[in-house]
C-alpha cells in the first residue's frame, strides 16, 4: 500500500491576553507570545517575516528608517551610540515588554541619528527611539 502525506493540521489559536495566544495543534496546546515579528513558543525563538513586512522593509530601506518599539515597555540597554555607523540586522536597543528582554534591529544600513531611547526610561508603543539615515 503506498503511504498518503496529510497535510499538517491546522492550528487553532485563541489570544487570551495581549501578545499571548493560546495554540492547539493536532491536541497539543502551545502558549505563543508575539512581539511584533518575533514570538517564542516553549523557550524557542523564532522570527516571522510576512510579505506585508518585508514590503515595509523595502520601503524603510529608501529613506530614513525609524526605530520604534511594537509594544510598550522598558528601555534596558542601548547598544549603539547617536553618529554610530551600523548595518542592516544589527542591534539597535533592547526593550523589556511582557517579562522578555527584545533587541530592536536596524532595518537597513546607515546612520544612527536622533538617539532618544535612554536605559531605564519606559516607552509606549509605537514611541519612535532613533533614526537610521
Same mark, same amino acid.
Given at each position: &500500500?503506498?503511504?498518503?502525506?496529510?497535510?499538517?493540521? +491546522?492550528? %487553532?489559536?485563541?489570544?487570551?491576553?495581549?501578545?499571548?495566544?493560546?495554540?492547539?495543534?493536532?491536541?497539543?496546546?502551545? %502558549?505563543?507570545?508575539?512581539?511584533?515579528?518575533?514570538?517564542? !513558543?516553549?523557550?524557542?525563538?523564532?522570527?516571522?517575516?510576512?510579505?506585508?513586512?518585508?514590503?515595509?522593509?523595502?520601503? !524603510?530601506?529608501?529613506?530614513?528608517?525609524?526605530?520604534?518599539?511594537? &509594544?510598550?515597555?522598558?528601555?534596558?540597554?542601548?547598544?549603539?551610540?547617536?553618529?554610530?555607523?551600523?548595518? !542592516?540586522?544589527?542591534?539597535?536597543?533592547?526593550? %523589556?515588554?511582557?517579562? &522578555?528582554?527584545?533587541?530592536? +534591529?536596524?532595518?537597513?544600513?546607515?546612520?544612527?541619528?536622533?538617539?532618544?531611547?535612554?536605559?531605564?526610561?519606559?516607552?509606549?508603543?509605537?514611541?519612535?527611539?532613533?533614526?537610521? %539615515?
Amino acid at each position: &500500500m503506498k503511504p498518503v502525506l496529510l497535510s499538517p493540521p +491546522k492550528p %487553532e489559536a485563541i489570544e487570551v491576553e495581549p501578545g499571548v495566544w493560546s495554540v492547539l495543534v493536532d491536541g497539543a496546546s502551545f %502558549e505563543l507570545r508575539v512581539n511584533g515579528e518575533q514570538f517564542d !513558543a516553549r523557550g524557542l525563538a523564532f522570527v516571522v517575516e510576512t510579505e506585508e513586512t518585508a514590503q515595509a522593509r523595502q520601503r !524603510a530601506s529608501r529613506g530614513p528608517a525609524k526605530i520604534a518599539t511594537t &509594544m510598550p515597555g522598558k528601555v534596558i540597554r542601548l547598544l549603539v551610540a547617536d553618529g554610530d555607523t551600523v548595518t !542592516a540586522g544589527q542591534g539597535i536597543v533592547v526593550v %523589556e515588554a511582557m517579562k &522578555m528582554q527584545n533587541e530592536i +534591529k536596524s532595518p537597513k544600513d546607515g546612520v544612527v541619528k536622533g538617539l532618544k531611547a535612554q536605559p531605564g526610561s519606559t516607552v509606549t508603543a509605537g514611541q519612535t527611539l532613533a533614526l537610521i %539615515e
